[in-house]
Structure formats: C-alpha cells, structure tokens
C-alpha cells in the first residue's frame, strides 16, 4: 500500500449535541496538523448542534435522514476524500497531536487497516472506576470473547480504501454497535 500521500479526514455522526460539539470542533482547529476535511453528519437534530456546526468553516456538513450511528458514518465515509477516514463521537475532545499520531502511525504500519485509542472520560462521576471497568470490557472481555480487537467507535481511523472492501458487508441496523461489527470485518482483512 503505497503511503506517500496519505490525507485525513474526521467523521463526526451527530445527534442532538449542542452541549458536546463546539468542544469537539474546538479541539479539531487547535491541531498541530490540520485534517484534510472535517465532515458532521447530522442525524435529526432538534436542538442547536446545525448552528454550532456551520460556525466552523472547516466543517462540511451532510444530512443523513435514516435515524442511527451506522447510517450517519457510512454518509460520511462515502462522502470523503481522503485516504484515512477518522472516527470521533461529538463528545470526543482530541489532543493537540491526534491527527499528526494517526497519520504517522498509518504511514509507518502499511500492513495496519485500522487504528484506535482509548477512552478518557471527562463528563462522568467516578472517572477512574469509569476507565478501568471500560479498558476491562473493551480490551479483556471483548477481545477475548471474539478473538479479534475491537475498535472504540469514538476514538479510532481507518484506511479508505478498507472502507470501500466492508460497508456492503456491514450491519445497517440501529441495534448494532457499527464500531464493533467494523472491527469484526476489518479483522478479516489485515491487522488492526
């Protein structure tokens, strides 16, 4: 796989998140190394997160009417150019570094289809407790039930062109968790 070139671009599903976006898209004009696109998909809001997203003119922003995570990713996967397609949740509040570290990673691992990283919960009440029982279940019981790793749908990236290999694959229902039926079928295709 050739990585010379390699783009980024920031997919963010969003859903009724005026009180978590503007930290978000905050945290994505503070990078040291800018995205080449950064795509909201809005999934119906109701409350004012269209009007907080068009505040940003880095932000592209689609409409995805089919209510769910799943719907509203692929709506920003397909619609992408780069050769890297990032995954946040609006909640997810990014280090200064994140884009350069994912790009790095992608061009120094050709064989890697995948990435992701870890939770660091900043909105919850016992935030230790909240971390270790995630890192149990997301590393220990998930990777051990299904023998694969898993991807943390708020924090993780992907090669476009694996993209392209899966989503006629994936599981378009609002009951499944997409980052993790993403995991089971890029595992399949190579390292993540």
């Given at each position: 796989?050739?990585?010379?070139?390699?783009?980024?671009?920031?997919v963010i599903p969003v859903y009724n998140e005026e009180?978590?976006?503007?930290a978000c898209l905050d945290s994505i004009a503070a990078q040291d190394v800018?995205?080449?696109?950064?795509?909201?998909?809005?999934?119906?809001?109701?409350?004012?997160?269209?009007?907080?997203?068009?505040?940003y003119e880095f932000v592209t922003l689609l409409s995805e009417d089919k209510q769910g995570q799943v719907f509203a990713q692929a709506k920003g996967f397909d619609f992408s150019t780069a050769t890297i397609l990032g995954r946040i949740d609006a909640d997810s509040?990014?280090?200064?570094?994140?884009?350069e570290k994912v790009v790095h990673y992608f061009q120094e691992h050709s064989?890697?289809?995948?990435?992701?990283?870890?939770?660091?919960?900043y909105d919850?009440?016992?935030?230790?407790?909240?971390?270790?029982?995630?890192h149990?279940?997301?590393s220990v019981v998930a990777r051990i039930i299904s023998g694969r790793t898993m991807l943390w749908g708020a924090n993780c990236a992907l090669r476009a062109d694996a993209w392209q290999k899966i989503k006629k694959d994936m599981v378009y229902r609002r009951d499944i968790w997409e980052d993790y039926d993403m995991a089971f079928l890029l595992n399949e295709l190579c390292r993540v």
């Amino acid at each position: 796989m050739n990585n010379k070139a390699l783009t980024l671009s920031i997919v963010i599903p969003v859903y009724n998140e005026e009180l978590y976006l503007k930290a978000c898209l905050d945290s994505i004009a503070a990078q040291d190394v800018k995205p080449l696109e950064v795509i909201v998909v809005d999934n119906n809001s109701t409350d004012k997160s269209l009007e907080i997203a068009q505040r940003y003119e880095f932000v592209t922003l689609l409409s995805e009417d089919k209510q769910g995570q799943v719907f509203a990713q692929a709506k920003g996967f397909d619609f992408s150019t780069a050769t890297i397609l990032g995954r946040i949740d609006a909640d997810s509040v990014l280090p200064t570094n994140w884009t350069e570290k994912v790009v790095h990673y992608f061009q120094e691992h050709s064989e890697c289809v995948a990435l992701t990283g870890d939770p660091d919960p900043y909105d919850v009440v016992l935030r230790r407790l909240s971390l270790a029982a995630f890192h149990f279940y997301h590393s220990v019981v998930a990777r051990i039930i299904s023998g694969r790793t898993m991807l943390w749908g708020a924090n993780c990236a992907l090669r476009a062109d694996a993209w392209q290999k899966i989503k006629k694959d994936m599981v378009y229902r609002r009951d499944i968790w997409e980052d993790y039926d993403m995991a089971f079928l890029l595992n399949e295709l190579c390292r993540v």
